[in-house]
C-alpha cells in the first residue's frame, strides 16, 4: 500500500534553510504526481508545491524563488529544498500523493523558524 514517511523537519533561524524528505513505498514517486502542503498552527492547509510526472513544478506564491521541489527516483523520494525562511513558514510540512489534501500523505515534519 502507499506510504511515504517525511523527514527534515526542525528548529532553523530566520533566514536559514532545511531540506524536507518523504520517503515513498508502495508506488513509484515519479510516475506520480507529487506535492508538499503544510499547515501553520492554527490555520488549515495550504497547497506549497508539486512536481508532476513531467517534471513540471508548481509553486504557490510565497514559496517562488525560495523553495525547490526534487525527487530522486532511484530513492524512490521526494524532496523539499527550503531557503531564506521566514517566522511564517512554520507549520508541520506534508508529502502528498497527488495534489490534493484529501490524497495519501504521511504523518509530516515539524518546521519551526524562530530566533
Not at 530513492?75 to 510540512?93: C, H, I, V
Amino acid at each position: 500500500q502507499v506510504q511515504l514517511v517525511e523527514s527534515g523537519g526542525g528548529l532553523v533561524q530566520p533566514g536559514g534553510s532545511l531540506r524536507l524528505s518523504c520517503a515513498a513505498s508502495g508506488f513509484t514517486v515519479s510516475e506520480s504526481a507529487m506535492s508538499w502542503l503544510r499547515q501553520p498552527p492554527g490555520k488549515g492547509l495550504e497547497w506549497v508545491s508539486t512536481l508532476y510526472r513531467t517534471s513540471e513544478t508548481g509553486y504557490q506564491t510565497f514559496a517562488k524563488g525560495r523553495f525547490t521541489i526534487s525527487r530522486d527516483n532511484a530513492k524512490n523520494t521526494l524532496y523539499l529544498q527550503m531557503s531564506a525562511l521566514r517566522p511564517e513558514d512554520t507549520a508541520m510540512y506534508y508529502c502528498v500523493k497527488g495534489t490534493s489534501a484529501g490524497a495519501p500523505r504521511g504523518q509530516g515534519t515539524q518546521v519551526t523558524v524562530s530566533s
